[in-house]
């Protein structure tokens, strides 16, 4: 039989080299398929996120801030600043309680106004109109709040009166949302009506009216200030606590981004004070007051910018009242420091010495120990920096009480770098803390 022909040996492996071909070639495609599943694994188990408009950015991302609340935030800031350029011209104690007063007004109808927007993502129409009026009514407010000029005050008590009518008014829209919060809704609506009532009575005297050497119409500026600050103290805290609707990551930003943009405010009044001269008076002070800023910065959000919630209404409370005095305390700082660029330092217009003092330090002290102490609850280390801190500038600050020497501008030196020192050595703890955990 003829024996079967044989392939030739010289024909090449073309099988046997495809195979090889095909693994190599293959491989990438593997790669790029497993990965294609992987990121669709990915997209099909993330949760779905609304896009509201109340909120341009997830609440995962960097910022959970409507635009309506920036803006809000921007004009209350400047109401602020219009407060505290009256008392950088008028430095006396008369003229610091007044701002104080006027500071707790607008801080009280910040908290419920921010408070109803974070229960209330969704923002509607109504909800945009009601808080632009209260807008509307805070810059009439802030014409009608220097004396001697502006507008009448009349005025200023009719706009408080719409200020504290449009928190009711956002309260009210609340209770018509489906699987809204029902806790203390009354209660918040009868501090917000009961202020408004009091400042159009006020509204109702003649502005020129007087009992000795006191304006009638006045007395109830004190009076409305006193029923809203006490009365939202108790309500307010009671939302802030588990359970609730509102999450701790908005509600960090809504207290952050108030004091960064009084930080930020410093920068626009050392332009608006200093770009109008030809030299700066006092070029240290300027450099002071940036100093100030940075330690402020230092101080709070690094360490205090992301708290958990309170777990007590009593730690709410306390967190709300330490970040007004932050905020109070900045505001009156920042513009000691400005005014002092100029050389208004020793003298003021009529002669008289002025009253500065290292009381803002002192309060920005106090704060930032009582927030640590709210988040820490107990004495560390870093507590007892901050501790060492608020009391030195005790010392200074009662030094020039008893000496009677406001105007002295080695104690708001001295203050100054007491807080920066405080703020390098607190941040140094924190990351050998953080450098020991991860050993």
Request: with cysteine.
């Amino acid at each position: 039989m003829p024996s079967p022909r044989r392939k030739p040996r010289c024909l090449p492996r073309w099988p046997r080299r495809s195979v090889k071909t095909s693994r190599i070639s293959r491989a990438p495609r593997i790669f790029f398929h497993e990965r294609t599943l992987s990121l669709q694994e990915r997209i099909a188990v993330m949760p779905s996120v609304k896009q509201s408009s109340a909120s341009p950015i997830p609440a995962g991302g960097l910022s959970t801030i409507s635009w309506l609340t920036l803006f809000y935030d921007l004009i209350i800031v400047a109401v602020f600043a219009r407060a505290t350029y009256i008392y950088g011209k008028d430095p006396s104690w008369l003229t610091f309680a007044f701002i104080a007063v006027s500071l707790i007004v607008l801080y009280s109808l910040w908290a419920v106004t921010n408070l109803e927007l974070m229960m209330s993502p969704d923002t509607s129409w109504t909800r945009r109109i009601v808080v632009l009026a209260q807008v509307v009514a805070l810059l009439v407010c802030g014409l009608a709040m220097y004396r001697g000029g502006g507008i009448s005050d009349r005025w200023g008590f009719l706009a408080l009166c719409v200020a504290f009518l449009s928190t009711a008014a956002l309260t009210w829209l609340r209770t018509r949302e489906p699987n809204h919060d029902k806790r203390w809704i009354r209660s918040l609506m009868f501090v917000s009506l009961g202020a408004s009532a009091i400042f159009a009575l006020g509204a109702c005297f003649p502005m020129g009216y007087l009992v000795g050497d006191v304006l009638i119409a006045w007395i109830f500026y004190p009076v409305a200030t006193l029923w809203a600050a006490i009365g939202l103290a108790i309500v307010v805290p009671r939302l802030l606590v588990p359970p609730t609707s509102v999450d701790p990551h908005p509600l960090n930003e809504r207290f952050g981004i108030l004091l960064l943009i009084v930080l930020g405010d410093a920068f626009l009044q050392l332009l608006e004070v200093l770009g109008a001269m030809r030299t700066i008076p006092a070029p240290e002070f300027l450099v002071f007051t940036l100093l100030f800023v940075i330690a402020i910065w230092l101080l709070y959000f690094p360490v205090l910018g992301e708290p958990p919630l309170a777990s007590t209404i009593r730690l709410a409370r306390g967190r709300v009242v330490a970040h007004f005095l932050l905020v109070l305390s900045s505001a009156f700082g920042i513009v000691a420091y400005v005014e002092l660029s100029t050389g208004f330092s020793e003298k003021d217009h009529g002669g008289s010495t002025t009253a500065w003092s290292t009381f803002p330090m002192l309060g920005v002290g106090v704060a930032i120990l009582w927030l640590t102490l709210i988040e820490s609850r107990r004495w560390t280390a870093t507590t007892i920096a901050h501790a060492v801190a608020v009391a030195l500038l005790v010392v200074l600050t009662v030094s020039g009480e008893l000496t009677n020497n406001f105007g002295r501008e080695l104690d708001l030196v001295a203050a100054n770098f007491v807080l920066l020192a405080t703020a390098i050595i607190v941040l140094a703890m924190r990351r050998r803390e953080r450098a020991l955990q991860n050993r």
